[in-house]
């Protein structure tokens, strides 16, 4: 998925990026075939992203609100410690064989989680160096309350859709995913703990550097 470059474009930005690993192609096409709403998944330039950052990071412990498939958090997987962990929630149960079958031969323990994140995320009792928000955007604040404090100084939270295909821009909107995010990028942006900068990569990610 691509919402704000031209598809010529984007597919020069596929081109000159790192490629896919093969797992990961095998996991985009696996989702897209068996999967509803596969456009969830993050796909290969966000994903190569997401990596890098982790590459960059190289944190050893990871939360993952919104696993969906696992492709994230194989990404990353790529760049976590040695001896690093990966927790990552998500409620849907009949994606959890996808995602055990993908995360059984990564090199980073991914702790799996199935149920609502606003009650789990409570019981994990861990200080995390990344954090990656991707799950239902009404709770984007709720999720934020829980999470700053679990993470480190100098920690990272990445939040994805903060540019909703661009329904951010329409301040009078109903819908509720809309005018969550436009709260959350608001309370981001007015946070004297943080400093964040938003990307448009894909459908926008928030980029939240805790100080």
């Known amino acids: ?3 704000f470059i031209d598809e010529d474009l984007y597919e020069y930005l596929l081109k000159h990026s790192s490629e896919e690993p093969e797992h990961l192609k095998k996991l985009n096409k696996e989702t897209h075939l068996k999967i509803l709403n596969p456009r969830m998944l993050s796909g290969h330039l966000q994903g190569r992203f997401l990596s890098l950052i982790a590459k960059i990071y190289k944190p050893k412990r990871v939360l993952e609100i919104g696993t969906y498939t696992g492709y994230s ?3 990353f997987s790529e760049g976590t410690e040695v001896d690093g962990e990966i927790h990552t929630i998500d409620k849907n149960e009949e994606l959890l064989k996808i995602q055990g079958d993908y995360f059984k031969n990564c090199k980073a323990t991914i702790k ?10 409570p019981t994990i009792n ?5 954090i990656f928000l991707d799950a239902d955007k009404e709770n984007y604040i709720n999720y934020y309350n829980l999470i700053i404090d679990k993470l480190r100084v100098g920690g990272l939270i990445i939040a994805d859709n903060v540019l909703w295909s661009g329904k951010v821009l329409k301040k009078n909107s109903k819908d509720e995913a809309t005018k969550s995010l436009i709260e959350f990028n608001k309370l981001i942006k007015n946070d004297d703990r943080v400093h964040n900068v938003i990307i448009p ?3 926008g990610l928030n980029l939240i550097y805790k100080n």
Do not use: K, P, S
């Open 1 to 3: 998925m691509n919402e």
């Open 73 to 75: 958090a194989l990404c």
């Open 112 to 121: 799996q989680y199935c149920g609502d994140a606003l009650e789990i995320i």
């Open 126 to 130: 861990e200080t995390f160096d990344l």
């Open 201 to 203: 990569v894909r459908d």
